[in-house]
């Protein structure tokens, strides 16, 4: 497939879907079954969940973005990355619920506007908030951004991937590997994770991404498990058990989110993602036109991020006294940042 996609850059033809191709590379292995069930499984983990976006989303000469991710294998952090979290926040000025609307730069530093929360000035600013909260123009930058950068985020997409957990009164299922599942060209309840492997518990976690995702952020609760339980019930037997609890994300519905995991579309690159984070600190500081070294004493205010990862907690704004932050290293970077805040506790009884 890559192959083929070199073939066709090198011979000027312009960016197509991933899907354009794909498929049919697949059909021309002439696989058994089963193979290419395993194949297609694999993608359905590895690509489209990874980067949240059907195949027919993603650039067929940039999907993988020069980084291909294989999944392999998982790693579980004891008592959650929330332990990360509050070691590294120890001592921090964070407030949380501060939903910042407007950032200024003048020759004096920024000032940071909230919603009914009131300002923030420090001699730099360092954002961090997702990619979709940017394309969306959530927050107001005066100056506005540099056309460069705009136009980086605009042609990278943020899609949709979200998490359902299902809590059981007792294991029905009997496999012990981490991932369980089948493909689905919709990715519809395809991939699942074994949490019984790790807690103990009868938990199981589905993902569900793209526009079946953003279908289910609407549905109630209970048609959200009426879903699940349909799938679950034709693999497993209909007497598998209603979910005692269920708890889901819906980061498409959320504006401090707006989606989750980037992609690269047709026509996109690397170079996009690399825009929003230079890697060379000398070519950021001549970009923003910062100092070499911040002097001492001076403040900056981080928006966007205190850390939350996964067990966020909503909008934040950090102000940080006297730090070893060198100018260029991290401010302006906008990072590829997923919001995963997992905030909405529902439960079925
Ligand atoms: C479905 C999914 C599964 C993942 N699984 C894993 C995994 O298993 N392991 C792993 O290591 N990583 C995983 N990741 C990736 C991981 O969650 C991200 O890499 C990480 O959360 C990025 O951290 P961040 O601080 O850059 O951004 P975020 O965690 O997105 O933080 C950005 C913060 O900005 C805040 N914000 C937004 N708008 C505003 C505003 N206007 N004002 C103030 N604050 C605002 C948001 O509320 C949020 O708290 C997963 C991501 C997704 C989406």
Redesign the pocket.
């Known amino acids: 497939m890559k192959l083929e996609a070199e073939c066709r850059r090198d011979g000027g033809r312009r960016d197509i879907p991933l899907s354009r191709i794909l498929p049919r590379v697949l059909d021309e292995m002439q696989l058994d079954p089963k193979t290419r069930a395993g194949v297609e499984f694999f993608i359905d983990t590895s690509i489209t969940q990874a980067y949240?976006a059907d195949q027919k989303q993603l650039s067929l000469y940039n999907w993988d973005d020069d980084y291909t991710e294989l999944f392999l294998a998982l790693w579980i952090v004891p008592d959650g990355?929330i332990r990360i979290v509050e070691a590294m926040t120890k001592g921090l000025d964070i407030r949380l619920q501060?939903?910042?609307?407007e950032i200024c730069r003048d020759e004096n530093g920024v000032v940071v506007k909230?919603r009914g929360n009131g300002e923030f000035r420090a001699s730099y600013g360092v954002v961090?908030?997702?990619h979709g909260?940017l394309a969306k123009g959530?927050?107001k930058f005066e100056p506005k951004l540099p056309a460069w950068k705009q136009e980086a985020i605009n042609r990278i997409r943020t899609g949709l991937?979200?998490?359902f957990w299902f809590h059981f009164p007792r294991k029905f299922w009997k496999s012990n590997k981490a991932i369980v599942g089948r493909p689905d060209p919709d990715g519809k309840w395809s991939l699942w994770v074994n949490f019984e492997k790790y807690h103990r518990e009868p938990v199981l976690l589905c993902?569900n991404r793209t526009g079946y995702a953003a279908k289910l952020e609407k549905m109630s609760d209970d048609k959200v498990v009426d879903a699940a339980m349909h799938f679950l019930r034709k693999e497993y037997g209909r007497r598998t058990p209603e979910p005692i609890a269920m708890q889901r994300?819906k980061?498409g519905l959320n504006?401090?989110?707006e989606g989750?995991?980037t992609h690269l579309p047709p026509g996109a690159s690397s170079e996009d993602h690399r825009t929003r984070t230079p890697r060379r600190p000398s070519t950021l500081r001549r970009r923003l036109d910062l100092p070499r070294v911040q002097p001492p004493g001076r403040r900056r205010v981080m928006?966007?991020?205190?850390?939350?990862?996964?067990s966020?907690?909503?909008?934040?704004?950090s102000r940080c006294g006297q730090t070893d932050f060198q100018a260029g290293e991290s401010c302006g970077a906008f990072?590829?940042?997923?919001?995963?805040?997992f905030r909405r506790r529902n439960q079925r009884s």
Do not use: Q
């Open positions: 949240a990355y501060h939903a910042v609307s909230t961090t908030v997702p909260v959530h927050i991937s979200d998490k993902f994300s980061w504006e401090f989110s989750t995991l928006v966007g991020s205190a850390g939350g990862g996964e966020g907690d909503g909008p934040a704004v990072a590829i940042t997923v919001n995963s805040n």
